[in-house]
């Protein structure tokens, strides 16, 4: 098969769209997704939310809110030019607050992504007790985290929109007051650009990352479970049956967790008979990147033989978390009335690696005043013909 990369010129920009929400709504006045912005306009804890659209020529458009900093609507073309929209969410602001759904779809995660080993950590000596909200755990900031908050909106442009989080001093008790931004692009090959960057008045722990669901066949009603995965890494890092990582790297030879050759998602997901796949409830894991933090090098790699849709990440960071949607259970209703079951979409997750702030063996976490946190993740697309 040949893979080729979608260019485009950027032709439309990041615009917050207000208007009447009681007025008839012309197709003009929707997203490429079917999304209406006046359904991601509202107030919360005194700031207002809305949703912005990056779009290029060749038929990409990402749609974000700054609540939570999410992607709502990723689109791009398939193998027929057919605009999919291949990440889960939901069609208003609504179904994203936490009083109505518990859900990190398409979120700019913080302080801390994944888990911190029973909400506890030690910085120069000084004991914290975070929040704990996954089996005894702080998972990604707490029950409050930055998914949960508005982020401020610095700049928007034909390409660009950057985003800025204000996270006080003994925010989910966190120390430190952290300000931190992030900034998304819509480049001319068709990949969603994200740097993240933090800086901080008193020694803490970031670990931003992306939490975007995707099945790019379309349409969620079918399962990730044929999509072709490839992951650049030789190792990875089991978890117990709460899903904390133990501190061991094991190699993936000759288990369910090898996937330096691509192969379908689900051709040893039930292989329950191996523990970690047990632990998981199917992929739940960090792996071990082998790119050594040269984010020129593919880490990982999906594609959809249904679409013929590919998806390409890059990253600087040493780990990535792919996650099979196991905790999807159709509980949830999403864009268009999608029910979203068991493994409707999978996520890839750019990282250090789950509670480093108890390990010290691994690379640091540590953010210090007078430093700067950085991080950049790449979503490129193409088809495979």
Not at 169 to 178: A, M, T
Not at 189 to 200: E, G, K, M, P, R
Not at 217 to 239: Q, R
Request: some cysteine.
């Amino acid at each position: 098969m040949k893979f080729t990369y979608l260019t485009a010129f950027i032709v439309a920009g990041a615009a917050l769209t207000l208007t009447s929400c009681g007025e008839n709504k012309k197709t003009s006045d929707l997203t490429e997704s079917g999304l209406d912005p006046d359904n991601f306009v509202t107030t919360v804890n005194g700031k207002t939310t809305g949703l912005y659209t990056l779009k290029n020529n060749s038929g990409m458009e990402v749609c974000i809110t700054n609540f939570g900093g999410r992607i709502v609507s990723l689109t791009v073309p398939d193998r027929d030019g057919t605009p999919t929209d291949v990440v889960l969410g939901f069609d208003s602001i609504a179904s994203y607050l936490p009083e109505n759904n518990q859900t990190d779809f398409g979120a700019a995660i913080g302080r801390y992504a994944n888990r911190i080993n029973q909400g506890r950590m030690v910085i120069d000596g000084d004991s914290i007790r975070l929040p704990q909200n996954n089996f005894g755990h702080c998972l990604h900031g707490g029950p409050a985290g930055w998914q949960y908050q508005v982020y401020d909106v610095i700049a928007a442009n034909d390409s660009t929109l950057v985003l800025e989080m204000d996270s006080p001093d003994g925010d989910n008790n966190f120390p430190g007051n952290v300000k931190a931004t992030v900034c998304y692009t819509l480049t001319p090959d068709n990949a969603l650009d994200i740097a993240y960057s933090a800086v901080t008045d008193r020694p803490t722990v970031i670990n931003m990352t992306n939490h975007s669901y995707f099945n790019l066949s379309g349409d969620p009603d079918k399962a990730i479970t044929d999509h072709l995965l490839y992951i650049n890494a030789a190792d990875y890092t089991p978890v117990d049956s709460t899903f904390m990582t133990t501190g061991e790297i094991a190699s993936v030879k000759d288990t369910p967790m090898d996937f330096t050759t691509p192969r379908a998602i689900g051709e040893k997901i039930d292989e329950t008979d191996f523990e970690q796949i047990s632990n998981g409830m199917g992929y739940d894991h960090n792996w071990v990147l082998t790119t050594n933090g040269n984010d020129s090098i593919i880490a990982a790699s999906l594609y959809a033989p249904s679409t013929g849709i590919r998806l390409d990440v890059f990253t600087d960071e040493p780990g990535i978390q792919v996650y099979s949607g196991n905790f999807l259970d159709g509980s949830v209703k999403g864009k268009n009335g999608k029910v979203y079951n068991k493994r409707a979409a999978i996520c890839l997750e750019s990282q250090h690696y789950p509670d480093s702030p108890n390990k010290p063996q691994w690379p640091s976490v540590i953010l210090r005043p007078g430093e700067t946190y950085s991080s950049h993740c790449v979503f490129r697309f193409g088809i495979e013909k």
